[in-house]
């Protein structure tokens, strides 16, 4: 069955039981109240033994009662937001039974790394619902006050019960009323609640330990890991989903973990095949990526034409071209988030930042000892742009960015100028690999329209666009360099 997705944008208030609740009207932007309507919630909660849902802001229920019972995945998008994945209740009512669905904890992988999920709470709620409309008459928010009996699902008898009011807004157009609302709700003395979801008051997430990124040079590499690892396993999420530019960024994120265990595998010795395992996962994504950039700019290419210049059924052929091979690229992927060697790379990753194994000048401070990994990082980028392709040269160059990225807490304005300036360089470095790749598709596609009595003259024009396109790149990137040269934070 298919998941649906749902976002939502919502705040969480306190309120003690007695707590008397001010006019919905009066907050700025609502014309209208209707209700309040009243719903009985029953929700069970799942999670690890080590609660590894909840170490990244995840929740997963199962709810009856009320307008969305079923099965409920929330992960975290940003402030105030949550995305919200469903799927219906089964044939069991009761759920005496359940277990969370195969869907749903395929999309959890990359967050348990296949521990079992099982139940560690069960939620009763009795809510009072108003919807708020707008002068429109269309909604701007709805309103909950929940009455909440809790049980921890571990063995432990205790019950707890509070009250808790929750305003989420209708959609995007709306997100003005959550200010306005908390201005009236703080004066009717009611509070912002301390925790992000109502199981996380019940059974609270483990404490996460986060290195301080301007401390010890150990301290400031497990920094940028930890954050890079957490957005692996955000996007591992949004490319089961097929999301749009996640493969781009997952790709993103292991091409700068990779970076980093590499330039700085001094401080954190032991992690070469997390490394190696980092590069498998980068080529495994490679194909998908590429051919979307491909394609992408080769139809604005032809778009950008004018119109006596498009010789021939060009955008079909595109389509005929491209769409197999995103296909059987896309099953790669999929291949890919199911390999063991894949989760065993998560694991080795996440044991690294829960147990990390440093070297001995780790501890030294990150403001003196990060520079000379720096330093060996742009040597070896000048090597390549010296004596190696402009695509290897890159790669270089994007190994020193993502190292000087690292730095940039400890380090300051002189790291942040020279990642900038190491960011234009693999830019301009970029659009000579996109054009080289580009290359071969036009030739071949020129051919096959040809073979086809198709007139190729199209292909043949976009195809001298790239080399040209290449050219410039070749004459220019130079004077990049030689601002990035100008730039080195290790004698700043």
């Known amino acids: 069955m298919a998941v649906t997705s749902h976002a939502e944008t919502e705040r969480k208030y306190e309120a003690a039981a007695d707590t008397k609740l001010p006019k919905w009207s009066d907050i700025p932007g609502v014309a209208d109240v209707h209700g309040p309507r009243s719903e009985h919630l029953s929700a069970v909660y799942f999670d690890t033994a080590d609660q590894r849902l909840a170490r990244y802001g995840a929740t997963l229920r199962r709810r009856t009662g009320g307008e969305d019972a079923g099965w409920h995945l929330k992960v975290p998008a940003g402030e105030d937001s949550r995305t919200e994945l469903r799927l219906p209740l089964d044939d069991d009512p009761s759920g005496?039974?359940?277990?969370?669905?195969?869907?749903?904890?395929?999309?959890?992988?990359?967050?348990?790394?296949?521990?079992?999920?099982?139940?560690?709470?069960?939620?009763?709620?009795?809510?009072?619902?108003?919807?708020?409309?707008?002068?429109?008459?269309?909604p701007v928010a709805e309103v909950t006050d929940d009455r909440v009996s809790a049980t921890r699902l571990d063995g432990s008898s205790n019950v707890e019960e509070w009250r808790e009011l929750e305003v989420e807004v209708a959609g995007p157009g709306a997100a003005g009323v959550l200010a306005g609302a908390e201005k009236v709700l703080r004066k009717a003395g009611i509070r912002r609640a301390a925790h992000s979801s109502?199981?996380?008051?019940?059974?609270?997430?483990p404490?996460?330990?986060?290195?301080?990124?301007?401390?010890?040079?150990?301290?400031?590499?497990?920094?940028?890991?930890?954050?890079?690892?957490?957005?692996?396993?955000?996007?591992?999420?949004?490319?089961r989903r097929d999301a749009p530019?996640?493969?781009?960024?997952?790709?993103?994120?292991?091409?700068?973990?990779?970076?980093?265990?590499?330039?700085?595998?001094?401080?954190?010795?032991?992690?070469?095949?997390?490394?190696?395992?980092?590069?498998?996962?980068?080529?495994?994504?490679?194909?998908a990526r590429d051919l979307e950039v491909l394609e992408e700019h080769l139809r604005a290419a032809v778009a950008a034409l004018p119109s006596e210049?498009?010789?021939?059924?060009?955008?079909?052929?595109?389509?005929?071209?491209?769409?197999?091979?995103?296909?059987?690229?896309r099953e790669v992927v999929t291949d890919t988030l199911a390999d063991q060697r894949y989760?065993?790379?998560?694991?080795?990753?996440?044991?690294?930042?829960?147990?990390?194994?440093?070297?001995?000048?780790?501890a030294k401070r990150a403001a003196k000892e990060?520079?000379?990994?720096?330093?060996?990082?742009?040597?070896?980028?000048?090597?390549?742009?010296?004596?190696?392709?402009?695509?290897?040269?890159?790669?270089?160059?994007?190994?020193?960015?993502?190292?000087?990225?690292?730095?940039?807490?400890?380090?300051?304005?002189?790291?942040?100028?020279?990642?900038?300036?190491?960011k234009d360089l693999t830019k301009v470095l970029?659009?000579?690999?996109?054009?080289?790749?580009?290359?071969?598709?036009?030739?071949?596609?020129?051919?096959?329209?040809?073979?086809?009595?198709?007139?190729?003259?199209?292909?043949?024009?976009?195809?001298?666009?790239?080399?040209?396109?290449?050219?410039?790149?070749?004459e220019v990137y130079p004077a990049y360099w030689r601002r990035l040269t100008e730039a080195r934070p290790w004698n700043a």
């Open 198 to 205: 109502k199981v996380a008051r019940v059974v609270p997430p």
């Open 370 to 422: 990060l520079p000379k990994h720096l330093r060996r990082a742009y040597r070896k980028t000048k090597r390549r742009l010296s004596d190696d392709t402009p695509h290897r040269a890159r790669k270089a160059a994007k190994r020193y960015r993502y190292a000087l990225e690292a730095a940039e807490p400890a380090l300051g304005r002189a790291a942040k100028e020279a990642r900038k300036r190491a």
């Open 430 to 474: 970029g659009e000579h690999q996109d054009g080289t790749v580009a290359q071969p598709v036009l030739r071949d596609l020129g051919m096959q329209a040809h073979m086809a009595g198709e007139n190729g003259f199209t292909y043949g024009l976009l195809l001298e666009r790239e080399r040209a396109r290449c050219a410039r790149v070749e």
């Open 309 to 329: 210049l498009v010789v021939g059924p060009v955008s079909g052929r595109l389509t005929r071209h491209f769409s197999p091979a995103a296909a059987a690229a």
């Open 245 to 287: 530019d996640a493969v781009h960024q997952m790709r993103v994120a292991a091409r700068r973990l990779r970076a980093v265990l590499r330039v700085y595998r001094r401080l954190l010795p032991g992690t070469e095949r997390m490394s190696t395992d980092l590069r498998w996962l980068g080529r495994r994504l490679a194909d």
């Open 343 to 362: 989760r065993g790379m998560l694991d080795d990753l996440a044991g690294l930042l829960a147990e990390p194994d440093l070297g001995p000048r780790a």
């Open 96 to 138: 005496a039974t359940n277990a969370p669905p195969e869907e749903l904890v395929g999309l959890t992988l990359a967050m348990t790394r296949g521990a079992v999920l099982r139940p560690i709470a069960q939620l009763k709620t009795s809510r009072r619902v108003w919807e708020l409309a707008g002068d429109d008459g269309g």
């Open 207 to 239: 404490a996460v330990a986060v290195p301080a990124a301007d401390g010890t040079a150990g301290d400031a590499v497990l920094a940028y890991v930890g954050a890079q690892f957490a957005e692996l396993v955000a996007q591992d999420l949004l490319v």
